[in-house]
Each structure stands twice: as C-alpha cells, then as structure tokens.
C-alpha cells in the first residue's frame, strides 16, 4: 500500500489533511515540499509537514496529483519555524505556510538598470586614485576632470549606491565618465532589476567607512566574540548553543548600519548566512545597495513592492543558495536561507513588524525565534527600544549595546517645547503655526538652509461638525468622522475609503453651522504658504504620494536642497538624513496622546525622539520645536530632553500597575458580524464560557464595544485577555476556539491577535 503524508493547505483551518504518496513521487515528498492535490471540486497548492510512518491502510485517501519542486521548497527549520508560528499564534496551519510560501509565478527577466557605487577600499578614502584620461590636455582641462571626478565621490560617499541615471543627475557629469572611473577601478558598476515602487531615497544610515569610533568598535567586538563563539560553522551543524539576543541601542546618527555591516561580513567569512529586516521598503532598498556594494554578489532584497517575477526569482535565488545575505521588510523572516549566523531586526520597536492578516505574527519575535532554531546571533537595533526589548536586557534575558554619541561627535539637536495654550493668550490666533514657529522658519528662510514640518494628520481638518446640535458628520460604514480634505473637495473616511461632499446643512439638524475641527498637513501647507508666499514649498503625505515615484521625487527634490519647508506626516520622521534641515517643528505632537490604548504614550514619544533626529545631521546645528497643549505630559517632556532611560522606568512603572506587557501576555479576540444581534449573542457566548477563566488566572475585559465599534460595515465587539503566563494564555485561547466551532460560531466572525500591538 502507498504511504501517506500531513498536507497543510491554505484554507482557513487549523487542521492538517492525509493525502496519499503515488510510488512515483515517493522520493519528492519530503517535509518541506510543495505539492498540488485535489481539494473538493479544484486542486491545491499545500506544503508536506510529515510523512506517516503507516501506510493508508482501508482508508480511502486521495493521492496527491504533483510534486513540482525538484527539492523542498522550504528547508527543514523552516517547517520547524512554520509549525511553531501556527501554533503560538493560533493561526490555521495552512495560511501560515502560504506566507512563507514564493509566488507561483513563472520568472521572466525583469527591466535592469546601472547601479553605481563606491568601491569598499576607497570609501574612506580622502579623494578617488583616479587619474584623467587626457593626460596631454590643457591644466584647466585636467582640473575640471578631477572636479567633477570629486563630485560623483562625493554623492557616492553621501548617499551610497545609486542609479547610474540619478548618479549623474546629482554630480552633475555624464554617463560616459561615470564609466570610465569604473573602468579605471575607483567605481563599482552592476545590473540591477528596476523594481516597480522602487526609491532611492537618503535613509538613516551613515555611510560604511574603514574606520569605526571606540563604541561602534566596543559593540562590534562583542558580536564578532559571540560569533566565533557559535557552532555552525562550515564544517559543524548549527544549534541553540550559538543563540543569543542583543539590543543595539544607539542614538539617531549614531552609526548603527556601520555595525550591522561589519557583523553581516564576519558572519559570511564564518561560512554563514545573514539576514536583515528593516521595516519599510524604502529602507529595504538603499540596506540592499549598499550590500550588494559590500558583498558584490550573494545578496537577495525581498519586498511587497517586488512584481511575483521578481519576488519569485530573488525567493529561489535564496533557496539555491546563490543569495547568502537576505535584505526584507516583515516577510523576509521566512526567507529559505540555510545556516543563518546573523539576523537583524533594524528599527526593532517600529509596528509594521507585526502582521494585521492572517497568520498575525510579530516579524521582531519570530526573527528571534528564527535565531534561536538555527544557533545564530539575533541583534535588534533601534534608537527608541520597544519597553518590551528595553526590559529584556536590562534584567539580563538579552544583551545591551549602546551608542551614546553621533558620528563624528555631532550634537542632538535642542528641543524646545512650544505651549500652544499661551501662544493663543498671546496671539488670539488659534492656526496650526504658532508665532515661535513661524519665527524660526523665517529666520531658515533668511539663513538659506530647510526646514521639517510634521504633523501627523491627513488631509485639511480631522473632521466636521454641527454648532447647533453638536454632531459630527460620520462615516455610513464606520463608527468614525470623516476628515475633510479640502483639495478634492471630499469627506474621506481613512479606514475603508467612503466619501461624501460636505453638505451643506447638517444631516441631523439641518443646521447651516458646520465648523471643521483641526489642523491637517493640507491646511498646515495652506497656511505656510500664506505666511511664506516666496518660500518653495512641498507636502508629502498619502495624498500626495500616491505612488512611489511621486514619493521618490519630493524627497529627492529636499535632499537637492529645491524645497525650503517640507510638510509631512510620521513618513517624514524617521529614516532620511537631510543635511540642509536645521529645524524640525512637530505640530499637534500630542495628538496621539488620547487614544484609548496603552502604548499611545509610548507611541509619542518614539515618533518625536526618531523626528528630533532629523536635525542637525549635517555640518550645521539644528533645532527642533514641539507644539502641545499638553506640555506637562511626560512623553513630551521626556522626549524634548531626549532622555529615553527616564521615560522606560517611568512608563515601566504605569506597565506594572496596571499589568500590561512585559509584566503580562495579552491577546485580543474580536467578534465582528454586518448585524448587531448576531455579533451580541456570539459575544455574550463567549463572555459566559471566559467569564470562570478567570479563576484560572486569566484576566478577561469584556466584551465591550470595540473603540471602532463599526468597521466596514460590521459592528465589533472585543475581548482584551491578560495572564502573567503565555502559556496558560494560549491554552485557554486553543479551548475558547474549539467552544466556538461547537457553538457554531463561523471562523470569519472571530478575529484573533496574541500580542496585539493595535488595540483599535
């Protein structure tokens, strides 16, 4: 009789299912393979988690159709990894392996273009050993050559690899130069695929030189040590003996990429593989050239922004092993890299890491998870550490690593904090742009250099409302306020896209007395160019960038010093090193500071640390200015004097109190359903079978309404569950779904988050 296997296929189940293996495919179907099989009337695309020691016997099982792949798709700790994300976060098997899964897209050879970049050895250099090629020409001629030959050194060590188009642009010389320095040694030139939302942005990172100060050196010494310390090697199989996890906590500027270079090159002159996450894709671009800078050849950039040809080629270049340094935003996690040494995870505390659709796993936690399976070292970086990671290596579960000062011993900037409530004493003018603001943005303009504007709100105002009957015009699918923007004349709900004209009476009261509330980044750019009329003046936010290229060129136009003042929403805050900003102003900095979750604190302060750090990179000193009506608070406070230890142990302190994480596990189960009575009684359902887990340790709010009680045309209930064991947590969460399936509770009315990191 045929043999049988454990399929995973991606349907929204948490079982497994038997198929049987046709002698045929017998030595194809391994854990870790790619099969098709029949599934009710069509075929499916599953992934072998076992092969059964027994046979099919009498049972009738279908067989499995094809085995495409001539060897598993995904290796062995993979599967391992993949199991254990299914079951840690409750999410059906099947869709948690499609996730890891490349597309199934035939590869066709996508556009290439040059990519330009300095060689490692001349980085550092104070000029490029080039000579020009006219050696009998005029002196002049002679000097303009090595002029020019300056500026492509100059952009190149600035901004890292780019373009061989951009590159040109930005020095200023012409292709054939360019061309011509390759050939003479002093460049580096390759093919590169031009990927569809591709940027070429200036990012956060400092330029790799050949000379690291003393705590860049302190810290990659001791990863180097854990290093060489680690099994795995060329010649030993990886384990968990090598595992460890650090915490790189350095200031903004203060040369964290130089560091995770230097350990991705030791890690690959170990004879093991590198993977680095970083949490947005235009991080994912510039961290990837500047790789493949480093490491000529052997570096694979994995990204949503990637055609499925493309992703598809980089995904089966990885798992041949032709790619031994995998650059990603969350997804690259799963990457089929084999004996992994290094993984990365760069702006560790940033929430695009955690995944909002099934399977809803953390990028940050599975990537030390992913360590732990392979033997590696885990190194998490971030110049605002999660409370969580901060916690770890203060009580010893992670190692600490700190950059205390910028390169080359720059100052932060100074933050001044702008109390709102008096500039209206003083003013009566209750605009977005208080006087002190408006003052410091002048005296740029006069002095030549940019300003940074944030706030971080779309649109024109954050929504309309009556005088007379004091209701806010809502949106008809959520239980939110539209926000108006002015531009497109439109109301715009920013959750499922509904839109409307402003009316012009009052749909309850048929009042004429609609007021707009607030102050967006399109009535900030209003305003500015009132006060500025001569002032170049851009916005950048979703509504101006709506597509990459459009992104790509107002960042590239600030970098190019073409826009004086720049308004932004949090897309502007971190991850650009501008050397022409020499003031940063934050307006509404206390926006987020009401909603009703407990990391909004947390969230303040990170976005104004991480906007701070956008001025004063350069040779000139910065500035930053923060509007509040809410001085006092201890986020802005904290943040002003940029004093992040003071700020853990005080928001640590409120954690404790009032048991949430890292003192508590805390998962999130959501009922939603189009008709309120359904969604009531599958709560109330619910709420009585939770209701005697607390006897058991478990602490179980609700259910209540959601604090957006209606999404998308559902109404919403949640439960918020906390226990000071992940493991009895997850327990009562594996029976809480089993009491649903007999209750008869469909699967889509039941949205489940373990370790949520939105509580909206």
Known sequence: MAGTCEVALPVPLRNTFTYSVPDALEERVVPGARVIVPFGNRKAIGVVLERNSRNAGTQKLKDIAQAPDPVPALPPKLV????????????????????????????????????????????????????????????????????????????????????????????????????????????QLWDEPVEPNESVLDTDFVPPSNILNDEQQRAFSEIKNWLAAAPGGQDEPAGPAGFRVALLYGVTGSGKTEVYLRAVAETLARGRAALILVPEIALTLRIGRLCRALFREGVAVLHSGLSDQERAREWWSVRRGEARVVVGTRSAVFAPLQNVGLVIVDEEQESSYKQEETPRYHGRDVAILRAKLEGAVALLGSATPSLESFHHARTGKYQLLRLDARIANRPLAPVEIVDLREDFRQ????????????????????????????????????????????????????????????????????????????????????????????????????????????????????????????????????ADREIDILVGTQMVAKGHDFHGVTLVGVVSADAQLGFPDFRAAERTFQLLTQVAGRAGRGDLPGEVLVETHYPEHYAIQLAARQDYPSFFEKELHFR??????????????LVRDPKLEQAIRWSRQLGEFLQPMESRGIRVLGPAAAPLARLKREYRFQFLLKSPRRALLNGILAECLAFSERKKIPGRALWLDVDPVNLL
């Open 80 to 187: 391992e990894l993949g199991s254990w994300v299914a079951g840690y976060y409750l999410a059906p098997v099947g869709e948690t392996f499609r996730a890891m899964l490349p597309p199934a897209a035939a590869w066709r050879a996508p556009r290439m273009q040059k990519i330009v970049a300095l060689r490692a050895e001349e980085i550092s250099s104070p000029h490029l050993p080039l000579q020009s090629s006219a050696a009998t020409a005029p002196q002049k001629m002679r000097a303009a050559e090595q002029q020019k030959q300056e500026s492509v050194r100059r952009v190149l060590a600035e901004r890292g690899p780019l373009p061989l188009t951009q590159l040109t642009k930005l020095a200023g010389v012409s292709r054939k130069l360019v061309e011509r320095l390759a050939q003479q040694g002093g460049l």
């Open 427 to 558: 003013t009566h003018r209750p605009g977005p742009v208080s006087e002190r603001l408006r003052a410091a943005i002048s005296q740029r303009l006069s002095g030549g250099t940019q300003s940074l504007v944030l706030v971080n709100r779309r649109g024109y105002s954050w929504f309309a409302l009556c005088r007379s009957c004091g209701a806010a015009i809502l949106c008809e699918n959520c239980s939110i306020a539209l926000a108006y923007h002015r531009r497109r004349e439109r109301l715009l709900c920013h959750y499922c896209g509904f839109s409307r004209r402003p009316p012009k009476t009052c749909p309850k009261c048929s009042s004429e007395h609609i007021y707009f509330v607030g102050a967006g980044a399109e009535q900030l750019e209003e305003r500015l160019r009132a006060l500025f009329p001569s002032a170049r003046i851009a916005r950048l936010d979703r509504d101006t960038a709506r597509s990459r290229r459009a992104f790509e060129q107002v960042l590239e136009a600030f």
């Open 656 to 669: 404790r109190l009032m048991h949430y994480p890292p003192f508590t596990s805390l998962a999130l189960l």
